[in-house]
């Protein structure tokens, strides 16, 4: 099992920065990439950035340039460093952990509220 667990949300206005942490715990060896998702009221859950093992990333096209994903392997932590934000960045952000090619472990999410 593998536990996550997400901070680092909030509000901001527009054009602001936020960092997300995600802290892993449990049997980390079995993860071999993480992401974030966001999901906003009246919508599905969408990958925001993703990470393997190996530290490739890719990103929703919405937020290229402005988001970036990282980990500390030391510390277990994943991050989401989100700068230049708008208001359609407003959603409950969940970290996420795969085994193989699913996303099977997730964090119980953090609001983040951009706004305008």
């Known amino acids: 099992q593998v536990q996550l667990v997400e901070s680092g949300g909030g509000l901001v206005q527009a054009g602001g920065s936020l960092r997300l942490s995600c802290a892993a715990s449990?049997?980390?060896?079995?993860?071999?990439?993480m992401g974030w998702f966001r999901q906003a009221p009246g919508k599905q859950r969408e990958l925001v950035a993703a990470?393997?093992?190996?530290?490739?990333?890719n990103y929703a096209d919405s937020v290229k340039d402005r988001f970036t994903i990282s980990r500390d392997n030391a510390k277990n932590t994943l991050y989401l460093h989100m700068n230049s934000l708008k208001p359609e960045d407003t959603a409950v952000y969940y970290c996420?952990?795969?085994?193989?090619?699913?996303?099977?472990?997730w964090g119980q999410g953090t609001q983040v509220t951009v706004s305008s």
């Open positions: 996420a952990a795969a085994r193989g090619n699913a996303y099977v472990y």
């Open positions: 449990g049997i980390i060896f079995s993860i071999n990439a």
């Open positions: 990470i393997t093992s190996g530290g490739s990333t």
